[in-house]
C-alpha cells in the first residue's frame, strides 16, 4: 500500500526527468512506515479480520478496539464470542460519527451484550475496514510526499552532517531530524490508547 506514487514525487520536485522511480518507489514505503510507526495508524484501510478477548478488551457494553477502524455499516461482521452475528444496527461507535472509530458499544435495546461460548481469547471478531479513512487524508499524503523527497535528498548528504558535532563553546550541534512541517502534520494524527483500565 502506497500513500503516493513516485510521479507525486517528480512533480513536487520539479524535475525534468524521472530517471530515479525505481529509487523512490523505494523510499515511498520507507516514508509511509516511518509516518505509520510515529502514529500508530495506517490511513488507508484495508479489509481484515481483527480478534478480541471477550473480557479483556470489554468494559461493560463497549468493546475497545485496538487498531482504528474505518467503517461500520452492514458490510462489517461483527461475530461475539457465542457465534451469533451482531447486526451493525444493535452497536454504535466511538466516537459517534465520525471514523476513524476506536470502540463499538452494543445498544441497551439491542437484547445482546459481549459473551463468550468456551474461550474468551479471540472469542469477538470484526470482520471490516481497519485504518484511519478509506483513503490517506490530503495532509498525510503531502507528509509522504515530503519525507520521501527529504530521504532521497539524504544520499547526497555529508557524512558531518549524519553525526554531532562539537563546536567552540560547548555548544553540540545534533544531526537533522525529520523536516519540521512533516512533524507538524503528522503529530497530531498519533494515536492514544484508549482502554479505561
Same mark, same amino acid.
Given at each position: ?5 513516485? @510521479? ?65 455499516? @452492514? ?59 478509506? @483513503? ?15 530521504? &532521497? ?40 490508547? &484508549?482502554?479505561?483500565?
Amino acid at each position: 500500500m502506497a500513500y503516493v506514487a513516485a @510521479s507525486d514525487i517528480v512533480q513536487y520536485g520539479d524535475w525534468a526527468s524521472s530517471d530515479d522511480d525505481a529509487l523512490l518507489t523505494v523510499l515511498i514505503p520507507r516514508a509511509t512506515a516511518i509516518i505509520e510507526e510515529y502514529t500508530g495508524r495506517c490511513f488507508e484501510a484495508t479489509s481484515d479480520i481483527r480478534y478480541f478477548d471477550a473480557i479483556e478488551d470489554i468494559d461493560g457494553m463497549t468493546l475497545w478496539l485496538d487498531k482504528d477502524l474505518a467503517v461500520l455499516d @452492514s458490510d462489517t461482521v461483527i461475530t461475539n464470542g457465542d457465534g451469533n452475528t451482531i447486526p451493525s444496527t444493535d452497536v454504535v461507535t466511538e466516537p459517534r460519527n465520525d471514523a476513524p472509530f476506536y470502540a463499538i458499544r452494543i445498544l441497551n435495546s439491542s437484547g445482546s451484550w459481549w459473551t463468550y461460548s468456551s474461550d474468551n481469547e479471540n472469542a469477538i471478531s470484526v470482520d471490516g475496514l481497519w485504518g484511519y479513512s478509506t @483513503s490517506p487524508p490530503a495532509d498525510i499524503q503531502h507528509a509522504t510526499i515530503r519525507l520521501v523527497k527529504w530521504l &532521497y535528498d539524504q544520499r547526497k548528504t555529508d557524512e558531518d552532517l549524519n553525526r554531532p558535532i562539537l563546536l567552540d563553546g560547548g555548544h553540540m550541534v545534533m544531526p537533522g531530524r525529520l523536516p519540521a512541517d512533516v512533524m507538524d502534520i503528522i503529530r497530531h494524527y498519533k494515536r492514544g490508547r &484508549y482502554y479505561s483500565s
